[in-house]
């Protein structure tokens, strides 16, 4: 039996690919160092933890409404008009298996075929293919490095036609960990409205700043903005919560009821035993994150200064997230490969350390590396990138 052609475009993932590869040379025995992970290396903090086991107990184990359960949707409110001065109301809320599921259903209920969606590079592996199997077109546009990766006002204007319905705003963002400031988030914001598109405002990397700058929503910056965006976010980097699967967007009240009645025929609810631990997140006054920042912080300045002092390596220092996206161009050019994605390869083989390149983001002359990880592991692996340019 032939697939059905939607799937047929999809690319692989190239951040799952490494991944594998670099668990196979584990298994083999291999002291492998992997730089690839997109989730925080600290574990759930230990009072959400038992909120959920208690929530087990106490038999909240059963299917919950489709948008989330209320007091979730109501902590979620919470926390936007705290973090963000935002009013939603518990019709504009819904809480989802993980922000990237909140992302795939909003580009199925607002595209139809060939509606275009703008998507900055570097981008997130999954923007692209999330529009392509909802029938959009992603249409890339170029966020240059001597920019620190982020679009003009001139590019977004200019890559706008009567075909596009939405573009993507992802601050801080993955893979480059920049952050956009108020002002350019103005500029954009005013030619979105301007041509009536959507925007897409994903933020789940929003408490992961290091620049002492508070985070800026889009949605914040007017009444008329927030109309216009659909806000993404989620529990899983702010907390250590990946494997838990808790996202949720905001915004109209129309898009936000489409959501809904198309997660209750694909997943019915997110899990209930996440959704109270998510609650958990939410309700205490512990700050996880403070810790974490503090120590992603260290580890961004350890790891910055280790990288721009090897041979063909520039980088520009992100802002934001746990990512480095250094360009590697000239190394690997300088090294006999034909590209980026060769020297990774080659990297991984003979050296033992497991990078992303960076043509899975749009941008095939970097790569991305995560810092979450420890300080030995990263001291280690820069002097393992260090030799092998040297060597070759």
């Not at 350390?353 to 979450?372: E, H, I, Q, T, W």
Request: charged residues 25%.
């Amino acid at each position: 039996m032939d697939l059905a052609k939607r799937v047929k475009t999809l690319t692989p993932s190239t951040t799952l690919a490494i991944t594998a590869k670099a668990k196979e040379l584990k298994m083999q025995g291999h002291d492998v160092i992997g730089l690839g992970a997109g989730e925080p290396d600290f574990n759930t903090p230990e009072y959400i933890l038992e909120v959920a086991e208690k929530a087990m107990h106490d038999g909240l184990t059963k299917y919950t409404p489709s948008g989330g359960v209320a007091e979730l949707k109501k902590a979620i409110i919470n926390k936007f008009q705290t973090d963000n001065n935002l009013e939603y109301n518990a019709d504009e809320v819904i809480v989802t298996t993980g922000a990237k599921h909140a992302l795939y259903t909003l580009f199925q209920v607002i595209l139809n075929d060939e509606d275009e969606v703008i998507v900055p590079a570097p981008y997130w592996v999954s923007y692209p293919e999330q529009i392509k199997l909802a029938g959009g077109k992603p249409v890339i546009i170029s966020a240059k490095e001597e920019n620190e990766f982020k679009i003009t006002p001139q590019a977004l204007e200019e890559a706008i036609n009567p075909s596009t319905k939405a573009v993507i705003i992802n601050s801080p963002s993955n893979p480059t960990g920049m952050v956009y400031n108020e002002q350019e988030l103005r500029e954009l914001g005013e030619i979105c409205m301007k041509h009536d598109i959507l925007i897409v405002s994903d933020e789940i990397y929003e408490k992961l700043l290091y620049t002492g700058d508070t985070h800026v929503s889009i949605a914040q910056l007017s009444p008329e903005l927030k109309e216009q965006t659909i806000v993404i976010n989620g529990v899983s980097k702010s907390h250590s919560m990946t494997g838990w699967r808790i996202g949720y967007a905001a915004g109209t009240s129309k898009i936000i009821k489409a959501m809904t009645n198309l997660a209750s025929h694909s997943t019915s609810n997110p899990t209930s035993i996440a959704q109270y631990a998510a609650l958990a997140a939410y309700s205490a006054n512990e700050d996880p994150v403070k810790e974490m920042k503090k120590t992603f912080d260290e580890r961004l300045n350890l790891l910055y200064k280790l990288l721009v002092d090897i041979p063909g390596v520039t980088c520009q220092k992100p802002k934001g997230a746990f990512y480095l996206f250094p360009n590697v161009r000239e190394a690997a050019t300088n090294n006999g490969f034909d590209s980026v994605d060769d020297w990774v390869n080659a990297l991984l083989e003979e050296e033992k350390v497991a990078l992303v390149p960076g043509s899975g983001f749009g941008s095939p002359d970097n790569v991305r590396l995560s810092y979450a990880t420890s300080t030995e592991a990263l001291e280690e692996a820069a002097k393992r990138i260090k030799r092998f340019v040297s060597e070759h």
